[in-house]
């Protein structure tokens, strides 16, 4: 441990300082603008590097903050002969270390490093099995299935990477993860070293990378549960790494639906369909020519059908999609005995199998059924300790059921899987503070409570680039002229901005009579209207507003985050509401109750500092460079007439504030 201390020698994080300094190696790189607030960032980021340690920064937009943990993170790689792992949650950001912060690295740091974009495994073919689909097609796919078999197959001998993004027209799902590379079916047995295996090229430039940049439901996937983190394994998911999470902002949501129970109707049905599929009489025992197993798949999937029925009769799904559970027992339990011996059925069909590959997928198939009736019996038993069980409808017209359960509080699994003793996590984002003192909101979240914190201003000048608009005659929402005042000072504002304007709502059905209200009007001043949820993709909604000269764009929840709009094209930002959220998903609602079981108040230790991220998020889509300047619009009176209105202003930027 000594010896590769010095290796690194005790001047790394001045090493790191001086590239960021005005005469440092990224002064020579295009564009590159002295920012002591990014210096301070990586400076930060290379000290808890060298001494192990974990950080939380919070560094306001503009401080560059990519490059700020990218250098000291390469060279500390590269010289510790350690992997450094990154993990966004948006794919934008993804693309944006990989495809324009890393290649300028490559050319200006002094090392040479190699830098992997990881795809989940599922997105490469496997040709071993798609050779194995080939030869069984008759039996395992309908007609215009095996035409898609075909096609996959054709595509196979001219694709470069193997991977789902090199095709024009993506293929259908249900044929594709029957192809595709899966954990369980990819052992020695099943296939020795397939020289045009795209996964496996893949891996082993993942596994030489000294940079991996990834996604965090990846990286959760593949961390693991809490149980199967061995003692004496160092790294979170290599052996020798350390994490990097940018918009961790987001940890505490995505790591929620990891730890915790999904049982999908429609994914159990598709397991047990592919071992057979009554209406197509296609699947594995097919090819076995499995009498029983046919039968016995054919029964379970309407069983399957039937338990889930009864479960959405028992369940009310008036307040929305999701309905909680809170006794045991719910409905009686009439599949896991099926469940578990459709599994001894496959069992006793893997002894008297020799093709290794058609094995294996059996045995792919009996694990999710494992794991399925496991989670089937846990839900149903309520037996894991602080959770909260809810039933959700799924599918693209709601016509699944799934069963979930969460820990209500993230922060213990947390702590230990990423805030432990032997690992090193930094953690980072433009907004993680409520106000209070060092990122506490957030670390208490996050299991991140003794974990060093800092936050780094933005460098932008606010009090020139921005005025705040704050409505006092606004009415209350709740007033029966809520909505017609709305039209009318959203009009106002947008014809102050000429357009250009991006307007946040809290609620899709408002925003859909606000937009049919006003979309005439817009069309008089000459602003083109774009509404989310009217057929365009969020991601073309965004490029039709940067191209276009007067736009005004209509937007929800995910619009209020991860949307950068530099320039003129956008001026304005309108916030029609605080935003507070409806706590009636069963997960918030839980948590709101277990803080006042402990004595707390739900209300300023959870809803208000989320609504305060989620509205100084909205707020951060305005100003994205030291030449942007414009407005943003607060159209809720509550926050100049209630008491925790002071919270929201003295988390906003400081800058010129009119109130009308
Ligand atoms: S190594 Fe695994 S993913 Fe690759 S061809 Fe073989 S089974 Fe498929």
Not at 27 to 32: H, L, M, Q, R, S
Not at 489 to 505: C, N, P, Q, T, Y
Request: net charge neutral; glycine share 6%.
């Amino acid at each position: 441990m000594i010896a590769l201390r010095e290796n690194i020698g005790s001047d790394f994080v001045d090493r790191v300082e001086h590239i960021f300094s005005p005469e440092g190696l990224l002064a020579k790189a295009k564009n590159f603008e002295y920012r002591p607030e990014q210096q301070q960032m990586a400076v930060a980021v290379a000290r808890a590097l060298e001494e192990q340690r974990h950080l939380v920064v919070e560094a306001g937009t503009g401080v560059g903050k990519s490059l700020a943990y990218l250098v000291p993170a390469i060279l500390f790689a590269v010289e510790r002969k350690k992997k450094a792992v990154i993990s966004t949650y948006t794919i934008n950001l993804q693309e944006q270390l990989v495809y324009k912060d890393i290649p300028i690295l490559q050319k200006v740091l002094p090392v040479e490093f190699e830098a992997v974009l990881w795809k989940g495994r599922q997105n490469y073919l496997c040709p071993k099995r798609l050779e194995r689909a080939m030869n069984n097609a008759a039996e395992l796919f309908t007609g215009p299935e095996q035409e898609e078999l075909k096609r996959i197959w054709e595509w196979s001998h001219t694709t470069r990477e193997g991977t789902l993004s090199d095709f024009s027209i993506e293929p259908d799902p249900a044929v594709w993860t029957q192809v595709c590379s899966e954990q369980h079916i990819c052992t020695a047995r099943t296939c020795g070293a397939d020289s045009r295996c795209f996964y496996q090229q893949a891996r082993k430039r993942l596994v030489s990378a000294d940079v991996v940049v990834m996604n965090h439901t990846l990286f959760f996937m593949n961390l693991g549960p809490l149980e199967e983190i061995d003692e004496e394994e160092s790294g979170y998911i290599f052996s020798n790494d350390f994490v990097i999470f940018d918009e961790a902002h987001t940890l505490e949501g995505v790591a929620s639906k990891h730890v915790g129970i999904g049982v999908s109707q429609y994914g159990l049905r598709y397991v047990v369909q592919r071992l057979y599929n009554a209406r197509t009489k296609k699947g594995m025992f097919t090819v076995l020519r499995n009498a029983e197993g046919v039968r016995e798949a054919a029964e379970l999937a309407d069983d399957l059908d039937k338990f889930f029925a009864q479960i959405e009769e028992r369940s009310n799904f008036k307040k929305g999609r999701e309905y909680r559970v809170r006794e045991p027992d719910m409905v009686a339990d009439t599949i896991t005995a099926k469940l578990a011996k459709l599994q001894a059925l496959i069992v006793a069909a893997l002894k008297i199998t020799d093709d290794e590959i058609l094995k294996a997928e059996l045995q792919d198939l009996g694990r999710r059924i494992r794991e399925a009736r496991l989670g089937i019996a846990e839900f149903l038993g309520q037996s894991a300790e602080e959770h909260v069980y809810w039933v959700e409808k799924t599918g693209k017209t709601q016509q699944f059921i799934s069963l979930n359960a969460a820990p209500v509080d993230i922060a213990p699994h947390l702590r230990a899987l990423l805030f432990r003793a032997d690992g090193c996590c930094i953690a980072t984002s433009a907004t993680l503070s409520v106000g209070g003192e060092k990122l506490s909101y957030f670390r208490n979240r996050v299991g991140a409570e003794e974990v060093t914190a800092l936050q780094i201003g933005s460098p932008f000048d606010y009090s020139k680039q921005m005025k705040l608009y704050v409505t006092k005659k606004m009415p209350d929402p709740r007033d029966p002229g809520y909505e017609a005042a709305l039209a009318q000072w959203i009009e106002h504002f947008v014809e102050m901005s000429k357009g250009r304007a991006f307007v946040l709502f809290t609620s899709y059905k408002t925003m859909q009579s606000l937009a049919d209200q006003l979309e005439k009007k817009f069309a008089k001043g000459g602003w083109n209207l774009l509404v989310q949820g009217k057929g365009m993709p969020r991601h073309r909604l965004v490029e039709e507003f940067k191209k276009g000269d007067r736009c005004v764009l209509f937007g929800t929840d995910s619009f209020w985050s991860g949307v950068d709009v530099p320039g003129e094209a956008l001026s304005n930002v309108i916030i029609t509401r605080l935003p507070f959220a409806v706590p009636d998903h069963p997960l918030v609602e839980a948590r709101l109750e277990m803080i006042e079981a402990h004595g707390g108040d739900p209300f300023t230790e959870y809803s208000l500092p989320e609504a305060i991220l989620k509205l100084r998020q909205g707020v951060g889509r305005l100003i994205r460079t030291k030449q942007d300047s414009g407005i943003v619009v607060i159209l809720d009176n509550r926050i100049m007439t209630k008491n925790y209105g002071t919270a929201f202003m003295k988390a906003l930027p400081q800058c010129p504030v009119e109130i009308v």
